[in-house]
């Protein structure tokens, strides 16, 4: 057999092998997650519903929420329709002291927030689901809570949040 031929061959097969395993198993995204035959993802607002109201909470969770899915999918965000949709509120934001001090005066205190999940996939209903999410930040008792330590304290708490709602949905953890 010619040089060519068996060139010819090798790439052939690795070309056919490749496609084989692509078309195969579904469309994933980078983290492995399935979005299956899903192109369209709806993020509704999250409304604040919480006893203690921070102003710019709902709109940057939503944000947030939307941006994962826009990085870690292939999906096209609508705003109605989706072949995915998530809804919810979010159900607690609380400050509360941790660690006392020797003047039993709070050392730490802790930045919870709730949200409270629905997901609904209209391509696989069996997939829907309504779920409780939440997470805290710790930061120093002396700080306030403005400013960059509440920026850092969503940071941290919406990578959480958001990556949970995630790997409920799509990556199925």
């Not at 060139?7 to 092998?17: D, E, G, N, W």
């Not at 983290?31 to 899903?38: F, I, N, P, V």
Request: with cysteine.
């Amino acid at each position: 057999m010619s040089l060519k031929i068996k060139h010819f061959l090798y790439s052939s097969t690795i070309v056919v092998l490749i496609l084989t395993f692509t078309q195969s198993c579904g469309v994933y995204s980078f983290t492995g997650g399935s979005t299956g035959d899903a192109k369209t993802i709806q993020i509704d607002y999250f409304p604040n519903n919480a006893l203690l109201v921070e102003p710019r909470l709902s709109n940057e969770f939503t944000l947030a929420l939307q941006d994962l899915f826009l990085r870690q999918t292939n999906l096209n965000l609508v705003k109605n329709n989706g072949d995915l949709q998530f809804e919810g509120e979010i159900t607690t934001y609380r400050i509360e002291p941790m660690m006392a001090t020797a003047q039993q005066t709070a050392a730490q205190n802790r930045l919870t927030i709730g949200v409270s999940c629905r997901f609904f996939n209209k391509l696989k209903e069996e997939d829907n689901f309504e779920q409780k999410f939440s997470f805290y930040y710790d930061y120093d008792a002396n700080a306030q809570l403005t400013g960059s330590v509440i920026d850092d304290g969503f940071k941290v708490i919406f990578e959480r949040i958001t990556q949970d709602i995630f790997n409920a949905s799509i990556a199925k953890w």
